[in-house]
């Protein structure tokens, strides 16, 4: 199929306007990973009761199974679902050509999926910077060279949401492992925003600030003793600012039916960014207080670096944020 005049921007109407390639998602194919729990089960139930046709994926099968079992008892449809890890590209590639196979291509891609683990660098071990990168940055990279490809072929336009986090747009204490990856799925998403364009593919980059998900009860907070009343409080007060993972995906809908670029879930979120953005210096002095009051909670209730974490146990302890 060959490009329309709107995409070979012809006009100077073209570099100002873009049509919404999915307004909406009844009878459109939708693959979400991290299906299982958090903001990815919520979109999946979502999406499906707009009228989605889901292919669903999350590292857990039985809670996996559990989400299939209750789209279809609401009358959903789910086409196709399949337990693995994103941050391995052979399963991926292995699960996109399944899904080539049996249900054709996707008209949305929601790379939803993630870890999270918070600590200062001398109390991170390098299992935490790796395992936050692959799953985070390499899975949802995984997903879009494995299935966005046959939607450029296809010349049918479509939409690709990647969630980053209020960490992906601030510079929030604690957080430059798990930055690095936020951070670089925002930069891989800017990008494919202006060179999917032309092939009447949306990008929307979702950036949520606190979500009640499992990662509000899980996060591994690296060289704390969460068990600390002092280190509760704080987890607490973070968990009753959060918002539902229904509202959260009842925004990412939304921002896939207007084709918004920057999605999110709370007004805090969006206040942030823009002062950062306006008022750089006292933007940088709020940081530096936070920073303090993190390392005034870490002198109080930490516990030595020989204390934390094995490095092996990245992989299991680090809290989900899907």
Not at 137 to 147: A, D, K, N, Q, V
Not at 172 to 190: D, Q, T
Not at 217 to 232: C, K, M, N, S, W
């Amino acid at each position: 199929m060959g490009l329309d005049p709107l995409r070979t921007l012809t006009t100077i109407r073209d570099l100002f306007w873009v049509p919404t390639p999915v307004p909406s998602l009844r009878g459109r194919t939708v693959l979400i990973t991290g299906a299982a729990s958090g903001i990815g089960r919520a979109t999946a139930v979502a999406a499906a009761r707009d009228g989605a046709q889901l292919v669903l994926t999350d590292l857990h099968a039985d809670p996996l199974n559990a989400v299939v079992a209750d789209i279809a008892g609401d009358g959903g449809s789910v086409v196709y679902h399949a337990a693995g890890d994103v941050s391995d590209y052979d399963w991926v590639a292995s699960f996109a050509r399944a899904v080539d196979a049996e249900v054709g291509v996707m008209d949305v891609v929601m790379n939803v999926a993630g870890i999270s683990a918070w600590g200062t660098v001398e109390h991170l071990k390098h299992s935490h910077w790796r395992k936050l990168v692959d799953v985070n940055l390499m899975g949802p990279i995984h997903i879009i060279e494995s299935f966005v490809p046959q939607m450029v072929r296809r010349g049918a336009g479509g939409h690709v949401v990647n969630v980053s986090s209020a960490a992906g747009l601030l510079a929030l204490p604690w957080h430059a492992a798990y930055s690095a990856s936020k951070f670089g799925i925002r930069g891989v998403s800017e990008v494919l925003r202006y060179d999917l364009r032309r092939h009447g593919i949306g990008v929307s980059l979702v950036c949520p600030g606190g979500v009640a998900t499992p990662l509000v009860g899980t996060v591994e907070i690296v060289g704390l003793d969460r068990d600390d009343p002092r280190v509760a409080k704080q987890v607490d007060s973070f968990g009753k600012i959060a918002v539902t993972p229904e509202k959260a995906a009842n925004a990412i809908i939304r921002g896939v039916a207007k084709n918004k670029f920057m999605v999110y879930t709370s007004f805090d979120v969006r206040f942030g960014y823009w002062w950062a953005r306006k008022f750089a210096f006292p933007y940088e002095v709020a940081m530096r207080i936070a920073n303090n009051r993190f390392d005034q909670l870490s002198r109080i209730a930490g516990r030595g670096a020989s204390d934390g974490a094995p490095e092996g146990a990245a992989s299991t302890r680090m809290g989900r944020t899907d």
